[in-house]
Each structure stands twice: as C-alpha cells, then as structure tokens.
C-alpha cells in the first residue's frame, strides 16, 4: 500500500504473510523539527518507566501479548527470540533492571516512549535516507548484514527486515546506521511492528500523532495500516 501523501509504498513480503498471517504494521510518516533533551518529554519518559517498574517484572515480560506474538514469529523465521529481542522487550527489561532510558532526540524519545507504552516494537527512520520510494517486510537472507546503532555489525539472516533499494535497514530488533534519525533529520518514517494484530494499532498511530505534533512541530502528518 502507498501511504498517503508521502510518495512511498510499505508493503509485506508474501512468505513473511504466510508465515505470520496476523501481521499488521502502523506507519506514520511526517516532517519534523527535531531536537534534544526536551524537558517535558523527559518527564513523559520517567513517568511511563515508573508506570513499568510498578506492573509489571522481568519475568513478566514474557507474559505480554505482543511480545509472544514477536517471539512466536521468529521462532517461525528460525531465530533465537532469546537472543535476538524485539526492542520493546529490550526496552522493559532495561527499566526493569534499574537502568535509564537512552535519551537520543526527541523523534527517538517518542519512538521510545510509545514502544513502552502499547508494548510494540517501534522503529524510526530518516526519511531522507531511505533509498526509493519503496520498503518491503521480508526475512533476510545469508550474508545479509548491517551496522546496528550503538551495535556491531548485526548479523540478519532470519530477521524479518525492512528493506528499501539499497538493501535492509532496520528490524523489530535493532536498526541500521544508515537510516538512523538525528538532530538534522526533517522527514521521518516510523513503523509499529505488531506481529500479534491490529488492535491497538490506531490508539498507538495517535499518540505518536500527538506526541510529534507536541513535541517536534510536526508537520503533514500521515498514518496508515498495513494488515
């Protein structure tokens, strides 16, 4: 499907449907101001941390629906879920252990923020570097591999991947360097990997809404649904 007014289509590879036919993907695209350590946003973080350490445990974490559903999926694709975390997980459990949360930029805090909350795997991307108008969900293949933010190069074979014309760049586990958001960073994609289904996909596409319009003068705002 083409998402609204951004000239770019975001589709499902057909053995990656087949393989997890409940599949659904919230995108949002939008042009942004983006900034960092925004006091506001950084109480927005705390408070939601707090919220987290207060609910739920460690062990818990394995009882959330939306990370079974990842963890049944890349079982599904032959990937260690244990060793490969969606980044929702790797988030909570960050929390949990008594550790901040990174503080990046404001587009990556609210990406952040919105993961914790609904529970999904969140990525978001430099609109400007992705290559083409085009980005298919599909497992990479041998030999597949990129540089992970903050990461060493990540070896991708058998994770369900956003591709564009030059190759994968980012994963419901770690994103690439190249696409990265930062400070200079005008146009944005963000997707909701929610390998569980579509509810509570529209409640997460309007808080991310709100919270670009809020904190990040957002600007062209388009949400869509890919299921």
Aim: with cysteine; net charge neutral; aromatic share 4%.
């Amino acid at each position: 499907m083409t998402v609204p007014g951004a000239s770019l289509s975001i589709s499902i590879d057909p053995a990656v449907r087949a393989a997890c036919p409940g599949l659904a993907l919230g995108v949002v695209t939008a042009d942004v101001v983006n900034g960092i350590d925004d006091v506001a946003l950084g109480a927005e973080l705390d408070a939601c941390a707090d919220a987290v350490r207060a609910a739920l445990t460690i062990e818990g974490i394995a009882t959330l629906p939306a990370v079974q559903a990842l963890r049944r999926a890349y079982r599904t694709f032959g990937k260690d879920p244990a060793r490969y975390r969606g980044s929702q997980e790797a988030l909570l459990r960050r929390i949990l252990k008594g550790l901040a949360l990174y503080r990046i930029n404001t587009v990556v805090d609210i990406n952040n923020l919105v993961s914790i909350e609904s529970r999904q795997s969140l990525g978001v991307y430099d609109r400007d570097r992705i290559d083409g108008d085009a980005v298919v969900m599909r497992v990479a293949v041998a030999g597949e591999i990129y540089k992970g933010i903050g990461k060493d190069v990540l070896n991708l074979e058998g994770l369900p991947v956003y591709v564009d014309a030059a190759g994968p760049f980012g994963s419901p586990t770690s994103d690439s360097e190249r696409a990265m958001v930062t400070a200079a960073t005008r146009r944005i994609l963000l997707v909701v990997t929610a390998f569980g289904g579509a509810d509570g996909l529209p409640a997460a596409l309007d808080r991310v809404a709100g919270l670009l319009r809020r904190y990040a003068q957002a600007q062209l705002i388009e949400t869509a649904i890919v299921a």
